[in-house]
C-alpha cells in the first residue's frame, strides 16, 4: 500500500481528521475575553463556590496521602456514593463494583463509552440545537453524528425529524437533558418517545445528565434508565463539575449494564488510567454528606440568577430563551450589527466587555446566526455587573 503523503509531498502531514477540527467557539470567546480582562458568561466554568465539605474532603485526601493511581474506574468509596446517589434519585439499582465508573470528566464518560461500542461510519443521532464537545468527540472517533432539530421556539421534540434522521446505520441516540445550550428538559411524553425508537431500533441511548439537578419552574428530570426495556441500552454519563462548581477537577462518571463496563474501563485506562486521586475523596464526601436541602438551594441560586440576566438581555433588546433547565439562555442577537453570530459576539465583547459564545456554534451550518448563548453560573457581584454594561450596551 502507498504510504500517503501531504501536498507538498512529504510524509510530515497532519492526520485526515486534523483539518475539520479547530479551538471550539467557546474557548475561542474564552480567550477574547481574558485578552481585554472581561466578563465571561461564554464557557460553562461554573465560577461560584466550591462546597466546604468538598473541598475539605479534597485537601484531607491530599494530606493522607491519597496521591497516586487509583483503579481505572475510581475509588470504591466514590463509585459506592455514586451508587446510592442513583438509587437514591431515581430508583436505579447499579452494582457499584460492576455497573459504576468514575471518569475525568463528563467528556471522558461520552469519549470512552463511544470508543467501546461505535465503530468508523456507525451513525449516532445527535439533537440540534447541539453541545459541539458531543458533536467533536463523535466525529474524532470516526463515528457519524446525524442531526434532527428539536422545534422552536421551545425546543420541543420533533418525532418526525428524529425518525427522520434513522438510517440502517444508526448505532445509538445521543440525548442531553437538561440541555446546553438551551436548557431544553425532556419531558416524561418526550423521553418515553426515545425510548421507542431506540427500543423500536435496537439502539443505545447515550444520555449526558451533568446539568440534573439545575431545574427550575416545575420542570423534573426524566433519567431515561428508569424507563422500561432501557437500563441495559442506557449509558448514563454525568459528573460533578456542575453541582459542586469544579470544573477544573475533572470529575465525571457513568453508571451502565455490567455487560458494557469492561469494554469501557479499558479504553478509560488507556486514555485517562484514573481520575484524580484526591479529587475523587472530595466528590464522595459531597455526595455522603450534602443533603437534599443543598440540591433545592442549588435550583433555587442559579433560578435567581436566570431571572437577572434574563430581565437584562430583554432590557438590552435581545429576547431571551427562558430555559426551565441547565445555566444558559439562548437569546436574539438580531439587532446586532455583524452578519455573523462570531461578529455578533465579539462586537457584544468590545462594546461591554461581557463575552457570550455565537449561537451558530450549536447548529448546522447556516442556522443559529442571530442567537447568543450566555451562561449565568456565576458569582452574584460579577453576574450583576455583566447585566447592567449589557443594559447600558
Not at 304 to 327: I, T
Amino acid at each position: 500500500m502507498p504510504e500517503m503523503t501531504s501536498a507538498s509531498g512529504s510524509r510530515l502531514a497532519l492526520s485526515d481528521l486534523a483539518p475539520h477540527t479547530f479551538q471550539s467557539e467557546i474557548r475561542a470567546m474564552t480567550t477574547a475575553c481574558d485578552r481585554i480582562g472581561g466578563i465571561n458568561l461564554s464557557q460553562g466554568v461554573c465560577d461560584t463556590p466550591v462546597p466546604a465539605v468538598v473541598e475539605a474532603g479534597a485537601i484531607d485526601a491530599m494530606r493522607a496521602g491519597e496521591n497516586i493511581y487509583t483503579r481505572c474506574d475510581g475509588i470504591t468509596r466514590l463509585r459506592e456514593a455514586i451508587a446510592q446517589k442513583q438509587l437514591r434519585d431515581y430508583g436505579l439499582n447499579y452494582d457499584a463494583d460492576r455497573e459504576v465508573m468514575v471518569t475525568s470528566g463528563a467528556t471522558a464518560g461520552l469519549h470512552v463509552a463511544a470508543m467501546a461500542l461505535l465503530n468508523p461510519g456507525d451513525e449516532v443521532v445527535v439533537f440540534e440545537p447541539f453541545y459541539g464537545y458531543h458533536v467533536n468527540t463523535l466525529k474524532s472517533l470516526r463515528a457519524v453524528p446525524v442531526f434532527a432539530g428539536l422545534a422552536e421556539p421551545d425546543w420541543a421534540l420533533d418525532i418526525d425529524a428524529l425518525r427522520a434522521a434513522l438510517t440502517p446505520k444508526t448505532k445509538a441516540i445521543l440525548l442531553n437533558s437538561p440541555g446546553n445550550p438551551s436548557g431544553k428538559v425532556f419531558t416524561l411524553a418526550e423521553t418515553e418517545a426515545v425510548a421507542q425508537i431506540c427500543l423500536d431500533h435496537d439502539l443505545f441511548l447515550f444520555t449526558d445528565e451533568i446539568y440534573e439537578y439545575f431545574i427550575y419552574d416545575g420542570a423534573r428530570h426524566i433519567a431515561p434508565a428508569t424507563l422500561d426495556g432501557m437500563r441495559e441500552r442506557t449509558i448514563a454519563i454525568s459528573g460533578f463539575s456542575k453541582t459542586y462548581s469544579i470544573t477544573g477537577w475533572r470529575i465525571g462518571y457513568l453508571t451502565a449494564d455490567a455487560r458494557w463496563m469492561p469494554a469501557m474501563g479499558h479504553f478509560h485506562d488507556l486514555t485517562y488510567v484514573c481520575a484524580p486521586a484526591p479529587l475523587q475523596h472530595g466528590v464522595a464526601a459531597g455526595l455522603e454528606q450534602l443533603g437534599p436541602e443543598f440540591y433545592k438551594q442549588l435550583a433555587t441560586d442559579h433560578r435567581s440568577k436566570r431571572e437577572r440576566l434574563s430581565a437584562a438581555l430583554r432590557d438590552a433588546g435581545m429576547d431571551p430563551h427562558c430555559p426551565p433547565g441547565a445555566y444558559y439562555i439562548l437569546a436574539n442577537a438580531e439587532h446586532l450589527p455583524g452578519k455573523t453570530a462570531p461578529e455578533k459576539a465579539r462586537m457584544l465583547l468590545a462594546r461591554t466587555g461581557v463575552a457570550s459564545v455565537a449561537g451558530s456554534a450549536f447548529f448546522r451550518p447556516g442556522r443559529g446566526e442571530d442567537l447568543l448563548r450566555f451562561c449565568f453560573a456565576k458569582k452574584d457581584a460579577e453576574l450583576d455587573e455583566a447585566c447592567e454594561r449589557l443594559r447600558i450596551s
